[in-house]
């Protein structure tokens, strides 16, 4: 059983490009969740995808913008990039979205640098 | 809304001595509480997580983590720590807010052990 599988594992790109990373979720997982970690912090939660919809968002600007498919894998769409974005962004998955004992499945993360 | 404090960025043990890695939660609904370990370059593996039912938690490698309410508090403690115990660790409360999990991350805590 695979589990969170995210692409690419390393990316880099220039101020004002954008940027799609990608992630499968855990098998039997229908919602999944992306997070910023830049170096020496800790997972900034961005927003979370349930059927297809963003339900939750965190303090992120309108640039990070995200999709779900049918399949339930997810892509985190980031515009215009700036230095600042340049961090470790990670995939998590869970079975329901609503439940408050639910564990995160995280993948391995994307290694995204900005220059 | 919800916080996690991880009273020390940095510990520093010898190996074969106890661990204690110390997090303080707030959150204004019964949270759930998790502890993340993270290895170099690699992604975030939970260790053990706190539902409601028994307040003494025992996770992967040994670990375990006792929730105090009173004290708002869900340290993580080791007997004796192990070389391949170095890592940076995460202290996590998860509690439903507008109807979905929203987690929230603490800064981490960086574990350091001399042989």
């Known amino acids: 059983d695979a589990g969170v599988t995210q692409s690419p594992t390393h990316l880099i790109k220039t101020r004002g490009q954008q940027v799609t990373l990608r992630c499968s979720p855990k098998?039997?997982?229908?919602?999944v969740s992306w997070y910023q970690q830049a170096l020496g912090q800790g997972p900034q939660f961005i927003f979370q995808y349930y059927e297809e919809e963003e339900r939750q968002r965190g303090n992120f600007p309108d640039r990070f913008s995200g999709h779900q498919f049918p399949n339930y894998s997810s892509e985190l769409n980031v515009n215009a990039l700036l230095l600042g974005d340049s961090a470790l962004y990670l995939c998590?998955?869970?079975?329901?979205?609503?439940?408050?004992?639910?564990?995160?499945?995280f993948g391995p993360g994307t290694r995204l640098l900005v220059l | 809304a919800q916080s996690v404090t991880q009273l020390d960025s940095h510990v520093s043990v010898s190996e074969g001595t106890p661990v204690l890695l110390r997090c303080n939660y707030s959150s204004s609904y019964s949270p759930s509480l998790f502890w993340y370990v993270q290895h170099p370059n690699k992604g975030l593996q939970l260790l053990l997580k706190?539902?409601?039912?028994?307040?003494l938690v025992k996770g992967i490698n040994g670990f375990e983590a006792e929730f105090k309410k009173s004290e708002t508090s869900f340290h993580l403690t080791k007997p004796s720590a192990h070389m391949s115990d170095a890592a940076e660790y995460f202290c996590v409360v998860s509690a439903v807010s507008g109807g979905y999990q929203k987690v929230t991350f603490g800064t981490g805590t960086k574990l350091q052990v001399i042989p």
């Open positions: 098998s039997g997982h229908d919602t």
């Open positions: 706190y539902t409601s039912a028994a307040t």
């Open positions: 998590a998955s869970s079975p329901s979205p609503g439940l408050v004992r639910e564990t995160q499945y």
